[in-house]
């Protein structure tokens, strides 16, 4: 079984401070997901004991004795915790992404570089499952997750996602440096119109499995999501961008 947590507003559109956080299963030849539990009060939850209390006694009895169906018992395991960084910060006990030694596959210490986090050595020593649980690297953790009690994979188990690394962080940051930042690379005007239709034009030949349609780019827009950065960089960004960057950017 994979499992998600993570928070979310009910009413986005309101000033309430109320949160759920689920927590969701998927087993691995299955698509669709199901609830395992869920948080709802002000915020994320305040003792992380109490929230994954529950969720633990019962992997820690799925893990031991399995589950049956008609007669047969099947055994038990958790393939992949899915979380977003700050979920993972918040299940995992250790520091957040912006952090001195924020890294949760390797030791590497960052530096603070103009009001920024930046990690330059790439020969850091790899974190495992072993290394976590004596706390090799002390400044890497704010405390013990409840997770470790069952035989958590605390680095083996957890996948860093997808849609905060490379669409909404590097090639958002790539995007940004095309439409915002003054240089010899930012576009001008007109070739920021020409790419704008462009991809206007691809709207209407959009497959269906695309949730979101290609729309304009503007120079002060800043609220795409990740389902489009992806889409861009993927697929339309491929045959568009090709006639409106230098080789090397291309």
């Known amino acids: 079984m ?63 004795s399995g589950f049956e169906i008609n007669g047969t018992v099947y055994p038990f395991r ?14 995992k006990c250790c520091v957040g992404h912006g952090g001195t030694f924020a890294c949760e596959k390797c030791c590497v210490t960052g530096c603070r570089y103009a009001a920024r986090e930046i990690f330059i050595d790439m020969d850091a020593d790899l974190r495992s499952d072993e290394s976590y649980n004596t706390r090799k690297n002390p400044q890497h953790h704010t405390g013990v997750s409840p997770l470790e009690t069952i035989g958590t994979g605390m680095v ?27 240089g010899n690379f930012t576009w001008s005007d007109a070739t920021l119109r020409a790419v704008s239709n462009a991809l206007v034009e691809l709207a209407p030949h959009t497959p269906r499995e695309f949730n979101r349609k290609p729309r304009q780019l503007k120079r002060s827009d800043n609220r795409f999501k990740a389902q489009e950065l992806r889409r861009i960089a993927l697929n339309d960004g491929i045959k568009i961008f090709k006639n409106h960057l230098t080789l090397v950017l291309y």
């Open 2 to 64: 994979d499992v998600n947590m993570d928070g979310m507003k009910p009413f986005p559109q309101s000033c309430s401070q109320k949160d759920f956080w689920p927590i969701l299963g998927s087993f691995a030849n299955q698509d669709e997901p199901f609830m395992i539990a869920v948080f709802y009060g002000d915020g994320k939850p305040n003792d992380l004991n109490a929230f994954l209390e529950d969720y633990v006694a019962e992997v820690a009895a799925l893990q031991e």
């Open 78 to 91: 958790v393939r992949n915790y899915i979380l977003d960084a700050p979920a993972r910060a918040f299940i």
């Open 156 to 182: 083996s188990q957890f996948r860093l996602d997808s849609m905060h690394l490379k669409d909404q962080g590097a090639f958002k940051r790539w995007l940004k440096f095309l439409l915002v930042v003054q």
